[in-house]
C-alpha cells in the first residue's frame, strides 16, 4: 500500500512537471505576439459569451436583417437618351464624404442625360491627389451604374477643357431642382464641374426634409452609395486582414469586438474651451468608463481610430488592456506600402471600414464620419452603435444609449430600404 502511495505522489508530481513544462513552451512561443502589442490579459476564466448581454434589447438589434433595396435597377439605356456633354466631379480625401459627392454626381448625370467622368481624388494641400482606382474597384464602379449612366474613365481631350462651368449641389439633389437649375445650364455650356455642399446645415436640413416630407431617397443616389463602391482589392485585403486580426485577439468574445471613433485630437478640439465638461465633450477615460458602465469586459477587444498610441489613451487602456490602434496591428511590409503615420489618406479609408465592419461601433463625435458609417451599417444589418451623449449619464442600460439613428430609424439610408 505504500508503495501504491509513492507512485500516486510521483504520478502527480510527473503531471505537475508536465503542465509547468507546457505554460513555460506557451510563454515562450505565443505569448510574445501579444507583449509585442502592448497587451496584458486578464486571467480570468471566462466562458463563451457575447460582447454583452442584449437580452433586454434583442429585438433592436436584430430588426434591420430583412431590410431589402427599394431601388430597381434598370436593365438597360440606349445611347439616345444620353445627351452630348459631361458631369464632372472630385472627391476629397475623407472617405466619409465619397458616397454624398458619388451619389449627387449619378443623380445629376442620370437626370440631365449626361456621362459621368471617373472622379480624382483630391486633398486639402495644393497638388495632392490620388487616382479614383487607387482606392476603389474601377470596373465595380462601372459595371455596377450600367443601365443607368454612361462613365468614362477619360472624357475627349476638347472635352474637358472647353465649356466646363463649376455648379455647386446640395446633398440629395432632387430631380426637381436639377430640371429647373441645372438642366439649363447643362444645355447651355454642355460640360458641368460639380460639387456637393457637406456643411453642416445642408446635411441637417437634409434630414429634416425627409423626416418632416417622409420622403424617400432617390433610388439611383441609393444605387450609388450602396451598390457602387468597393475598395480595390489590395486595399481590401489589407482591411480584411487587420479585421482579422481583431477577430483572432478576440478569443475570449467570439470573434467579436468593438471599434470606437476616438481621435486624441480631435476630441482636443471639441472640448476646447469648455468651462464646464458637457455630455458631448469626452476624453479616452470617460468613453472608456462608459463602456465598462454599460456592461463590456475587461477582455473585450476594442478598435481605436487614433494613428499612434498617444500617452492619453493610457487610461483606456488600463480599463480594456486588449486595446489597438491601426499601428499595432497592419503589417509593416503594408504599414511602408501605404505611407501609414505619414499619409492621412488611406489611413482613414481603413478606420472608415473597420468602423463599419465591426461588431459594435461607437462614435464620439456627432460629424459625417459618424452618419455615413452608420449608412453603411444599416446596409448591412450592422446595426450596434452606441452613442455616449444619450439620454442620462448615469443610466448604465445599454438601451439608453443606442443610437437614435438606430433606435428611431431617424437617419435617411433608411429610405433607401423597405
Known amino acids: 500500500m505504500a508503495r501504491d502511495v509513492r507512485q500516486v505522489v510521483a504520478g502527480l508530481l510527473t503531471g505537475s512537471m508536465l503542465i509547468m513544462l507546457c505554460n513555460m513552451v506557451k510563454r515562450d512561443h505565443f505569448d510574445p505576439i501579444y507583449e509585442n502589442l502592448s497587451v496584458q490579459y486578464d486571467l480570468v476564466k471566462v466562458s463563451k459569451q457575447s460582447l454583452v448581454k442584449l437580452s433586454d434589447s434583442g429585438r433592436i438589434w436584430r430588426e434591420n436583417f430583412s431590410l431589402k433595396p427599394c431601388w430597381r435597377k434598370p436593365l438597360s439605356t440606349t445611347n439616345e437618351e444620353q445627351a452630348k456633354g459631361y458631369i464632372f466631379f472630385n472627391l476629397t480625401d475623407n472617405p466619409e464624404d ?4 458619388i451619389a449627387s454626381a449619378v443623380v445629376v448625370a442620370k437626370y440631365v442625360g449626361a456621362t459621368l467622368v471617373l472622379p480624382e481624388i483630391r486633398g486639402a494641400q495644393t497638388g495632392h491627389k490620388r487616382q479614383f482606382g487607387d482606392i476603389y474597384d474601377i470596373e465595380r464602379f ?22 466646363i462651368t463649376n455648379i455647386k449641389v446640395p446633398f440629395m439633389v432632387t430631380k426637381d431642382l436639377i430640371e429647373s437649375k441645372i438642366q439649363p445650364i447643362f444645355k447651355a455650356k454642355g460640360n458641368l ?14 434630414k429634416e426634409i425627409i423626416k418632416k ?55 482636443g478640439n471639441l472640448c476646447k474651451g469648455n468651462v464646464i465638461k458637457t455630455k458631448d465633450c469626452f476624453n479616452a477615460k470617460d468613453i472608456g468608463e462608459f463602456l465598462k458602465k454599460i456592461g463590456y469586459q475587461r477582455h473585450t477587444t476594442i478598435y481605436l481610430t487614433q494613428s499612434e498610441w498617444h500617452s492619453s489613451l493610457d487610461d483606456f487602456r488600463k480599463i480594456f ?12 511590409y503594408e504599414k511602408a506600402k501605404y ?48 452613442d455616449p451623449t444619450q439620454k442620462d449619464s448615469t443610466s448604465s442600460s445599454i438601451v439608453n444609449y443606442v443610437s437614435p439613428y438606430i433606435s428611431k430609424k431617424s437617419h435617411w439610408a433608411y429610405s433607401c430600404f423597405c
Open 213 to 267: 416630407d417622409n420622403i424617400k431617397m432617390d433610388p439611383y443616389a441609393c444605387l450609388a452609395i450602396f451598390g457602387s463602391l468597393e475598395l480595390q482589392q489590395e486595399l481590401n485585403q489589407l482591411v480584411s486582414s487587420m479585421i482579422g486580426t481583431l477577430r483572432s485577439l478576440s478569443y475570449k468574445t467570439n470573434g467579436q469586438f468593438v471599434a470606437v471613433d476616438l481621435k486624441v485630437e480631435a476630441l
Open 321 to 332: 488592456p486588449n486595446t489597438f490602434t491601426k499601428d499595432a496591428i497592419i503589417p509593416a
Open 339 to 386: 505611407q501609414i503615420t505619414k499619409s492621412s489618406d488611406f489611413e482613414k479609408v481603413i478606420d472608415f471600414q473597420i468602423c463599419t465592419q465591426a461588431d459594435v461601433f461607437v462614435p464620439t463625435i456627432s460629424n459625417l464620419f459618424y452618419t455615413n458609417v452608420v449608412a453603411k451599417r444599416i446596409a448591412s444589418g450592422k446595426t450596434e452603435v452606441l
Open 98 to 101: 465619397h458616397i454624398t459627392q
Open 193 to 206: 464641374m460639380l460639387t456637393t455642399i457637406l456643411s453642416p446645415s445642408t446635411m441637417s436640413k437634409a
Open 142 to 163: 462601372m459595371t455596377s451604374l450600367d443601365g443607368t449612366i454612361q462613365v468614362v474613365k477619360d472624357p475627349p481631350m476638347e472635352a474637358s477643357k472647353v465649356n
